[in-house]
């Protein structure tokens, strides 16, 4: 079981990190997921996510895509974005994921990842800041 911590690190890259070791066979445990870092335009990363959620089937609604509120299973939607879904290998590394909001096990890091640095003045929005923009009270 690898543990890895999220804290100031940039998503796009832990996440497909993450995607290549679940895929890989082993469970992975992602901590402080809540302080994880988005790139970019906060205001753009929140109307993109407010869209995404607001997408809906006309036929069917209720057969449309759920998108949570709640950091850490928007994390783990998001990673099970990097799976291949349609098959039964990508739906067996998804179960082998498991996403924290901060450490509620006291778990100590096991897999170091390099830390992604931010240029100075770069715009950023965490994934804990996002959601509260689109409703979350946690």
Same mark, same amino acid.
């Given at each position: ?19 290549k070791?679940?895929l ?14 988005l790139?970019?335009?906060p ?41 291949p879904?349609?098959?039964?290998r ?9 996403? #924290? ?9 096991t ?12 715009? #950023? ?10 409703? #979350?009270?946690?």
């Amino acid at each position: 079981m690898v543990v890895i911590d999220g804290k100031g690190m940039i998503f796009g890259r832990l996440a497909s990190r993450v995607a290549k070791t679940i895929l890989s066979g082993e469970d992975v445990q992602l901590i402080n997921a809540d302080q994880m870092i988005l790139s970019g335009n906060p205001k753009s990363i929140t109307a993109k996510l407010r869209a995404r959620r607001a997408a809906k089937h006309k036929g069917t609604p209720e057969h449309s895509p759920k998108w949570s509120k709640i950091p850490h299973l928007l994390v783990k939607r998001m990673i099970r974005g990097m799976l291949p879904w349609d098959r039964a290998r990508g739906r067996d590394a998804h179960h082998r994921l498991l996403v #924290y909001t901060g450490n509620p096990k006291n778990l100590t890091p096991t897999m170091a990842h390099e830390a992604s640095v931010l240029k100075k003045g770069a715009r #950023y929005i965490t994934i804990r800041n996002l959601c509260r923009m689109i409703g #979350y009270s946690g």
